[in-house]
Every structure is written in C-alpha cells, then in structure tokens.
C-alpha cells in the first residue's frame, strides 16, 4: 500500500503535499462565479505567471505575495474549495477516493497528466493577453471530462 492510499491530507510533510500535486495547473486558470447561483466557470485564461510550455508557476514561493487571488491552499482547504476539479488529487484524498490511473503517484510518469488530457498544456492563454472584459468568451467546458477519472 503507497503512503497515499489512507493519507490524511493534515498529516502530509511538505514533501508529499507537492508529490501529491498532479501539476495540471487548472487551479491557474482564470474563474468566474455566477453571481446569482454561485455557479465557478472555468475559462481557458490563467496566471500571467505560468510557464504555458512546462504548465509550473515561474513565481512558485512567492505566488500569493505577487498574485492576490492566489488562493492559499491547505488541508482545511481542499475539502471547502468547491471549484476545485473534481479531478484535483487534494480534492479526491480529502474525500478518501483513490488517485486516478493518470495521476503521476499511480503511472510513475509526469505525462500521464497530459496523455489523459488533464493537464492545461497547449489548452490555454495568458492573461496578460485576454482584456477583463472579455473572459466570457473563454469559458471553457473540457474542465471536468467525465473519462479521466
């Protein structure tokens, strides 16, 4: 049995909270919410400070000083953050569900991320290049596919 397998997310050293990341990036990307049913869209824009070749934020220690809605994430977090994908790993041992085949703890391999189409590689835009204004038109729906779990 891996560490993962019965983990508690509040238990995890600091070295298996970032192995348990997936490296996907979809937390990167740009969310709006509905303002009427609270409703989170994702769209295909994320943070300026993303390394759209490598899908790894350039600013990684000092991202929540440098990104104000850089959400700090924690163990408390993963279980009350609800646009998290459903995908997300911190989301899925929260709930104690197991890490899908993808997920690089299970193949062994980072790529897995991207040959199961989860990860934001080659999917999305800076924001540095989308006016405010015009986010909406980036709402997209490959966020939650249901054939990578």
């Given amino acids: 049995m891996s560490w993962w397998e019965n983990a508690r997310l509040a238990d995890l050293d600091d070295d298996q909270w970032e192995a348990l990341c997936d490296g996907c990036a979809r937390c990167c990307m740009v969310k709006l919410e509905d303002e009427d049913t609270a409703e989170v869209f994702?769209?295909?824009?994320?943070?300026?400070?993303?390394?759209?070749?490598?899908?790894?934020?350039?600013?990684?220690?000092?991202?929540?000083?440098?990104?104000?809605?850089?959400?700090?994430?924690?163990?408390?977090?993963?279980?009350?953050?609800?646009?998290?994908?459903?995908?997300?790993?911190?989301?899925?041992?929260?709930?104690?569900?197991?890490?899908?085949?993808?997920?690089?703890?299970v193949s062994g391999r980072r790529e897995t991320v991207v040959e199961a189409g989860i990860s934001v590689l080659g999917r999305v835009i800076s924001e540095d290049n989308?006016?405010?204004?015009?986010?909406?038109?980036?709402i997209v729906r490959w966020i939650e596919p249901e054939s990578a779990t």
């Fill in 130 to 138: 989308v006016p405010e204004e015009d986010l909406e038109e980036h």
């Fill in 42 to 105: 994702y769209t295909s824009v994320v943070c300026r400070y993303l390394d759209l070749k490598a899908a790894r934020c350039t600013v990684y220690p000092d991202r929540h000083r440098l990104v104000p809605d850089c959400v700090p994430f924690d163990a408390a977090a993963a279980t009350q953050f609800d646009w998290l994908p459903e995908t997300c790993a911190y989301r899925k041992v929260a709930r104690g569900e197991p890490l899908s085949w993808w997920h690089p703890l």
